[in-house]
Structure formats: C-alpha cells, structure tokens
C-alpha cells in the first residue's frame, strides 16, 4: 500500500467548533494540509510536546510513554489509515522483543503519542486527497483585489479587514508557522463572528 509521510506544522483554534482546535499537518513538500479537529486536552498535549514546554507532572501521553518504556516496548510509527464520515482512523504500530502489536487510536492521541517517541506519522494518497487542502503558493486575490500579506498586517488596525480577508492571513500565517501572529488573527476573527 502507498503511503505518504507527513509533518506536524502546529495548532490552531477551532472556528467550526467551539472549544475545540484544529491540529494542522503536511505532506513532506509542504504543498498539502490536512486538518484534524480534536478536543482542547489532547490539543494540550499535543502543544506541550510540540512546543517543548515542561510540565510539573506528567500528561496521560508521557505516562503511556514512560509506561511503554519501561515494558521495553516502543512505538515504531503512526498510520492514519481511514477517513469515514469525517472521522480520521489511526493505529499505532509498536515493537516488542518478540514481536510487532497494531493497536486502534484516535488520531490525536496517535499525534501526540508520535511526537513523543520521534515517530513518522504515516497516511494514505487516498486520504490526502479527500481531506488535503492544496496550498496555493501563488498570491491569492482577496476582495480588494490584492493579497494582504501577513507581515505587511500591523496588529493595531487588522479590526478594518474583513473576516475573509482575516481567514486568508489567519491560513498564511499558519503556514509559515508563526503561531502567535496566527492567534492574534484568531482572535480578531473570534471577536467579529
């Protein structure tokens, strides 16, 4: 079976659900993104991991982690393997001594798990190309006429754009990963809706 590789590129607020957000990835070349909603802890779990910031104790990911570990058990990658009904279906592939051991997740807990050991996360071309959104690496006209750039956007008047206009930034700065321009963004639109 093919299958493609593919990145964590981050987090972001959920517009479509309230108190949820959508954990962003990419195939290798970047040109596609598939986002995944999922529930505010293991969002957290994610964001800690990702992010690199230390916890007083540990998550439920790092105890499944420190767990595994110690059993010498370890997880060799991620396989997102089905999307049903807007619901992404994954599984873990570990490594025992004596053998290999597939067992179902939840596609953030796959994540969040993945990032932890270092793994690849995997999916199928099928899947890319169902739930990929294709990025346009060309300029994207808005209603105006001209694409606003993210950095060219000073924070004290992005109240003036519009919510596409906004939509169109919030995903730019996404892409090139700056995260904290992205929630800036993110409020505004929260704000306006």
């Given at each position: 079976m093919e299958r493609v590789k593919l990145k964590v590129l981050g987090l972001s607020y959920s517009m479509a659900q309230a108190g949820a957000y959508a954990l962003m990835l990419s195939n290798e070349d970047g040109s596609h993104r598939i986002p995944i909603v999922i529930g505010m802890s293991e969002a957290q779990s994610i964001a800690v991991q990702f992010e690199k910031i230390p916890t007083q104790?540990?998550?439920?990911?790092?105890?499944?982690?420190t767990l595994a570990d110690e059993m010498n058990v370890s997880l060799k990658e991620v396989f997102i393997f089905r999307l049903e009904s807007g619901?992404?279906?994954?599984?873990?592939?570990?490594?025992?001594?004596?053998?290999?051991?597939?067992i179902d997740?939840?596609?953030s807990d796959a994540v969040?798990?993945?990032?932890?050991?270092?793994c690849p996360i995997f999916s199928t071309p099928e899947i890319m190309e169902k739930a990929g959104i294709l990025v346009d690496q060309g300029k994207l006209d808005t209603e105006k006429g001209?694409?606003?750039?993210?950095?060219?956007?000073q924070m004290e008047s992005i109240q003036n754009y519009s919510i596409r206009e906004l939509s169109r930034m919030l995903s730019e700065a996404i892409q090139n990963e700056n995260y904290e321009k992205a929630s800036e963004i993110r409020d505004v639109i929260k704000n306006k809706s």
């Open positions: 104790r540990p998550l439920t990911h790092d105890l499944v982690k619901i992404f279906y994954s599984e873990l592939l570990f490594q025992t001594d004596e053998k290999m051991i597939k997740a939840r596609t969040a798990l993945a990032l932890r050991y270092k001209k694409a606003i750039s993210v950095e060219e956007c």
